[in-house]
């Protein structure tokens, strides 16, 4: 198995599949480098290089007890790239992670990342004084993790129709089960952390952004709003914004087979083209 030493002492796992020009995927909260399987196996198979992260206090990394903020989870993310010396990565990324990967082109640049994709993303802003009313205040993201503290099971069952919309969506009940699973495997400290971590101001961050950028979101979206998805896109200089119609927060899923495409479709228009001879 793949893991690597963080400079804080923390182990973290990894996997990395294939060989050729790299795609990192970044998990939303909750989940880790198993919501990623399929899509590392199809874009594997096209000639690129998947590697997956499970971020701290999820899946088969540590649970260190410390490090849910921001810029340390954009600092594991950074130092991965680096234990792998990767170049010319795109960064794909669904929810929170969103928040991971502009602050870590904040904090380190862009030398080792090519492009971005971003996933029914976060907000903006869920900081209070500079929120829009579609995002997330402090007393709901409260409300919700005493929920989640108090009884996990319950909320995830009671969550879950609305993350995937199975009866419209076609999502089998086993992979519902197998979702809930996976955050069952989490640390509880580590989603009640990661949860706060998100309410950040990241406009100024989100406007610095210097590569290319694609923004996918559902506007069924009950998690992540779709609004959020429209204002990050028209924050990115270098940004194209797709729009799914009746498309849930889980739509890495729910509408797998048209979001390869379109990733695809961006990994080949914004391709580094080769410098003119002189």
Not at 178 to 189: G, P
Request: charged share 25%; with cysteine; net charge negative.
């Amino acid at each position: 198995m793949s893991h690597f030493a963080t400079t804080d002492r923390t182990t973290l796992f990894y996997r990395d599949w294939g060989h050729g020009q790299p795609i990192v995927f970044l998990a939303s909260w909750a989940l880790d480098s198993r919501a990623w399987d399929r899509h590392m196996l199809h874009f594997n198979a096209l000639g690129y290089r998947c590697i997956a992260l499970d971020r701290r206090g999820h899946g088969r990394s540590d649970d260190p007890g410390r490090g849910y903020q921001l810029d340390r989870l954009a600092d594991d993310v950074a130092e991965l790239l680096e234990y792998l010396d990767l170049h010319e990565a795109t960064l794909v990324t669904h929810s929170m992670a969103s928040g991971e990967a502009t602050r870590y082109l904040a904090r380190h640049g862009s030398a080792r990342v090519a492009r971005a994709v971003f996933l029914a993303p976060v907000a903006p802003s869920y900081a209070e004084g500079s929120r829009t009313s579609w995002s997330m205040d402090e007393s709901t993201t409260e409300a919700v993790l005493a929920a989640i503290r108090d009884d996990l099971p319950r909320w995830l069952a009671d969550n879950a129709d609305g993350f995937f919309l199975p009866a419209e969506t076609h999502t089998s009940p086993e992979f519902v089960q197998h979702t809930i699973d996976i955050i069952r495997d989490a640390s509880l400290q580590a989603l009640v952390e990661c949860f706060r971590a998100k309410r950040d101001d990241q406009r100024a961050e989100l406007a610095a952004i210097d590569v290319p950028l694609l923004v996918i979101h559902g506007d069924r979206d009950v998690s992540e709003p779709v609004e959020q998805g429209r204002a990050i896109a028209t924050l990115v200089p270098h940004s194209r914004y797709v729009e799914y119609a009746g498309a849930p927060h889980g739509l890495y899923h729910t509408h797998f087979e048209r979001l390869v495409e379109d990733i695809g479709v961006f990994l080949r228009e914004t391709e580094l083209q080769p410098a003119c001879p002189l």
